[in-house]
Structure formats: C-alpha cells, structure tokens
C-alpha cells in the first residue's frame, strides 16, 4: 500500500517537471523539484516505520477520533488538497509562490454501518458448585453489514457510515519567501493548523 501510494504523489510530480520542461527546459526550479521529490521519499520511508494504525471496529468511531479540519476533508484527493493548502499558503505575506506535496502515511478507510443483534438467554436450574448461582446467562452479539439496493436494484451495497482519512506523514513546502524565518514561521504554523500534522512533520524550503 505504500509503494502504491509513493508512485501516486512521485507520477504527479513527474507530470509537473514535464509541463515546467515543455514551458521553458529544465533549471534552478527543475533542481529544486528533485530535491523536493527526494525529500518526500525519506518522508514517506519514515512515515512507514511509524508503525501501522489500530484496528478500527467497524461498529464504532475510530480510538482517538477527533473533529477534522474542513481542509483535511477526506473527500478532497491528495492533490486537490496540495492545491488548497498552496493556494492558502500564498495570501500569507510574504509567501509569494507556493506549491505543497503532501506524502500520506495510509490510505483512506472506509467504516461499514452494521445491524447489531445481542441475545440474552437465562437458564435458571440448581445451584452450581462453581459459581454458587441458581442460573446461567448467555449472551450472544451478531453484527450483520447493512445493505442497501443500487437505484437499478440489480445488486445490494453496503452502507459506508463514515470516512476515515488518511494519516499524513509529512509536509514539504516550497515558498519563493521562505528565506525570511518569519515567513517560514508563519508557513509552517499554517499547514499544522490547516492539515492537523504537528510542526515536525512539516518541512518548508526556500523555492528558486
């Protein structure tokens, strides 16, 4: 899943370099994109030695789960994103142009809704030596995926009850003002907010 989704984020720079080539030939920028696509690879290597998520049971919220920052909606792709926060990035003074590349850690995960049933039955008899109670309790639970028809009615779907986002392993930025700390400053603190990453996560760079 990894490698699948470093080739994701690497073909649409890839495709970036191609247009900046065709516009005027490779140079100082096309240099500056390498280093970047370099840097979002040792990202993406550190990102997958942290481990993988917690399993999420599929009848409840997510351990952990917490309100989401409208810009880190999990409707938004990978690159729809970039082009947000960039776009946000830009009309902080001094910023000038910026373009962003977010390296995800895990892909989206879809939790199913699900019709739970949980039977009780008491047995009640003589007491037994073991517990010492005149009765025996047991308790079944069965869970079943809630399934909806297709507007054809041809087929049945399941029922997707919430998106789960996936989990950012970094951040890189490139900004033509970053050179000034103040403005990096401002940069970085943006992208923790807006994307819920915490700031060592987050690299900004000077772009030429």
């Known amino acids: 899943m990894e490698r699948e989704t470093f080739k994701a984020w690497l073909s649409r720079w890839r495709a970036r370099a191609g ?53 880190a909606d999990s ?21 000038g142009s910026v373009e962003v590349l977010i390296v995800p850690a895990t892909s989206e995960v879809l939790v199913f809704a699900e019709e739970v049933t949980e039977r009780r039955s008491v047995t009640r008899g003589q007491p037994s030596a073991e ?29 997707v009850r919430y998106h789960q986002r996936p ?6 930025v490139a900004a033509e003002g970053a050179g000034d700390p103040a403005v990096r400053l401002k940069i970085l603190e943006a992208v923790a907010t807006a994307l819920d990453v915490p700031v060592h996560r987050v690299h900004v760079v000077e772009k030429r």
């Open 167 to 172: 989990r950012i392993a970094g951040v890189l």
């Open 75 to 95: 409707g938004r792709t990978a690159g729809q994103l970039e082009r947000d926060v960039a776009a946000l990035l830009s009309q902080v003074a001094g910023a």
């Open 19 to 71: 247009e900046g080539a065709a516009a005027g030939g490779l140079g100082p920028q096309a240099r500056g994109m390498a280093v970047l696509i370099l840097l979002g690879a040792l990202l993406m290597v550190l990102g997958g030695r942290m481990g993988e998520d917690a399993a999420v049971p599929s009848g409840g919220p997510p351990p952990g789960d917490r309100a989401v920052p409208a810009l």
């Open 131 to 159: 517990s010492g109670r005149p009765e025996s309790v047991d308790e079944q639970v069965t869970r079943r995926p809630v399934l909806y028809r297709s507007q054809d009615g041809r087929s049945e779907q399941a029922l």
